[in-house]
């Protein structure tokens, strides 16, 4: 069963490494893992490496506006009309755009052709009379135009695609975002991400729970990770939450496949039978590195590769990927997980 859970920001997170602005799913389900541990003892983690069925896992860190959840753009190239295939600005401009609306997110993996245009207020995608702006610029300025109102999108980091019904989702007066991305270090590519404090948006995720039980356990390792906070600089507030949600998801983003393949949430390490059985065949994906410390061991986990949120493969039940044990040799202490599961939005 699939579970939704939003969070909003009390001030700033801190993320590292790749330069996105996403929190990478193994994070967050190693945080999970050390809370429920804290709460409920060693227990807590025994159904998680029984059989390689863990008891929950869960996708990647994503923003929402309102009832708006943002996805990850996928690493397969949109379908464009034979006179701009090739033609690389426009393929550059679609590069600059880092999530997508949930309609969306499915227009961009049809295989019917669409036709991008040039206007005098950013680069739209066309396809049956409906416009869709594609962000590329530092904030965002609202405009308004004889045809109503429509915004000019110039976000920094966090780049949106957004149809022209959901305009409105960014206030009217003067320069607004609801999500804002400022670069602290070029050499980790590491970033501070803050949230409009005075509108309804901020993170969600999606986590897939087996029994009634591990919703309980669950809620409660949140509610001390909220306490916590997450991510870099806890100590002097970075990355205090309020968890305002942990909820059976009743969307339909996942009830909209037409068998063709799947696009992971979150970070993917598939099995060795998996890479055998022509994984990557037709596949669209980005590579990410992940290493790190183990607590405050001072001790480095094994350093390992992954599928970056956004991959796209071709449907098969047998992609799954897996969960990782990451301490190096030596340690002995206990396992160090690392959650390597393929949250899978099939299209």
Not at 195 to 208: A, E, K, P, T
Not at 211 to 220: A, K, R, W
Not at 238 to 245: D, I, N, P, Y
Not at 298 to 321: H, N, P, Q, T, V
């Amino acid at each position: 069963m699939i579970y939704l859970c939003k969070i909003k920001p009390k001030g700033p997170f801190w993320v590292s490494g790749n330069g996105r602005s996403i929190i990478h799913s193994d994070t967050l389900f190693g945080l999970l893992i050390d809370k429920s541990v804290q709460l409920f003892g060693e227990k807590a983690i025994d159904a998680l490496t029984k059989n390689q069925k863990p008891s929950f896992f869960n996708s990647s860190v994503f923003p929402f506006y309102q009832d708006i959840l943002f996805l990850p753009k996928p690493f397969q190239q949109p379908t464009l009309i034979k006179e701009q295939a090739d033609n690389m600005a426009i393929r550059k401009s679609l590069s600059w755009i880092e999530f997508l609306s949930p309609d969306n997110f499915f227009k961009f993996l049809e295989e019917e052709e669409n036709e991008v245009e040039e206007s005098g207020w950013g680069r739209l995608v066309r396809r049956g009379g409906e416009e869709i702006t594609a962000a590329a610029k530092p904030r965002i300025k609202i405009h308004k135009e004889e045809k109503g109102l429509r915004f000019k999108p110039e976000m920094a980091f966090g780049h949106f695609l957004v149809t022209s019904e959901e305009r409105d989702l960014f206030e009217s007066n003067g320069i607004k975002t609801f999500f804002h991305r400022n670069q602290v270090s070029k050499r980790s590519q590491s970033c501070e991400l803050r949230f409009n404090q005075n509108i309804d948006c901020g993170l969600y995720f999606f986590i897939r729970i087996n029994s009634d039980s591990d919703v309980s356990q669950l809620t409660g390792a949140l509610r001390l990770l909220q306490d916590e906070g997450l991510g870099a600089y806890r100590s002097t507030g970075g990355g205090a939450f309020e968890h305002l949600s942990l909820e059976e998801y009743k969307g339909d983003i996942f009830n909209r496949s037409s068998n063709r393949g799947f696009v992971t949430l979150s970070l993917y390490h598939p099995r060795e039978g998996e890479v055998k059985s022509e994984l990557l065949e037709e596949a669209a994906y980005q590579f990410v590195t992940r290493e790190g410390f183990i607590g405050t061991t001072g001790l480095r986990k094994k350093r390992i590769r992954m599928f970056a949120e956004g991959s796209c493969f071709r449907s098969s039940d047998m992609f799954k990927g897996q969960i990782l044990n990451v301490a190096p040799e030596g340690f002995t202490e206990h396992p160090v997980y690392q959650h390597g599961m393929a949250f899978k939005l099939e299209f």
